[in-house]
């Protein structure tokens, strides 16, 4: 309900109880308690205290009360099947430089929490790991294995608390392992070969 709205109606309640103007104050605090209700309501709840003849102006929970739409005491439709609403993701914002607590990529607590974006820093420490896995067959896969892994790390450890640091280290790993097996059969190779 707007301010305009509720002039209107703080009018009807001083003609319906005549003998109790309404202080500012008082007009301030019914505008308060009854605002969240649509005018129609309200309207419906000066015109129903009238018509039950309240003698006495009613008191501002009194009219909320009269006007508030009824609650059912029971669910009546069946939403078990009904689809959820959309509802469009907010706008990710600046975060506050504050001490978080980071679970899971995600921060649970400080400014901002609902809307921080997930790190990419797992997605580098997996790739790391995959590549390192792959190494096994393919011997650049090693290095970019190893190169991706402490890029991970590196920024694991400028931002604690982002998951990921066992792939990343896993990656690191099996990238220097395998680099150094498939460097050393190139060297076995080459000085067979002469």
Sequence with gaps: MTTAEWIVLSRQVVVAWPRQPLTDAE?????????????????????????DGATTRPSPGDLYQASAPAVPSRLVVDVSRAPLPHRPLPVAQPIARSPTVMMSGRITSGPGAALAAPPNTPGIATASLVLGIVAIVVPICGVVALVLGGVALNQIQRMP????????????VLGIVFTVIWAWLFVMIASAGA
């Design 27 to 51: 007009d301030r605090l019914y505008f308060d308690v009854v605002q969240r209700l649509s005018s129609d309501n309200v309207a419906n709840g000066i015109l129903r205290l009238v018509r």
């Design 161 to 172: 608390g982002q998951p990921g640091r066992g792939q990343a280290t896993a990656g690191l």
